[in-house]
């Protein structure tokens, strides 16, 4: 049986799960989206907001404050 060009969608990974050390633009400064979902997550865990972060390092710190406050991903 021939693979159609769909075939294979789940054997690639998806660049939605890219390391943030692997991302081209990860050391431009963070997105407005990034910044203000992580200002809300630093005030909700009670920690200092960064906001000179790059876009993989707020992308970590996402990451580990939802894990602090249980928002986000299932963990």
Do not use: C
Not at 48 to 65: G, W
């Amino acid at each position: 049986m021939a693979k159609t060009p769909d075939s294979n969608a789940n054997d690639t990974p998806s660049n939605t799960v890219k390391d943030p050390s692997e991302w081209t633009t990860g050391d431009e400064t963070m997105t407005g989206a990034q910044a203000s979902y992580l200002k809300t997550l630093s005030e909700e865990a009670g920690v200092p907001f960064d906001e000179t972060l790059s876009k993989a390092e707020a992308s970590r710190r996402i990451d580990e404050l939802q894990a602090k406050t249980g928002r986000g991903r299932d963990h």
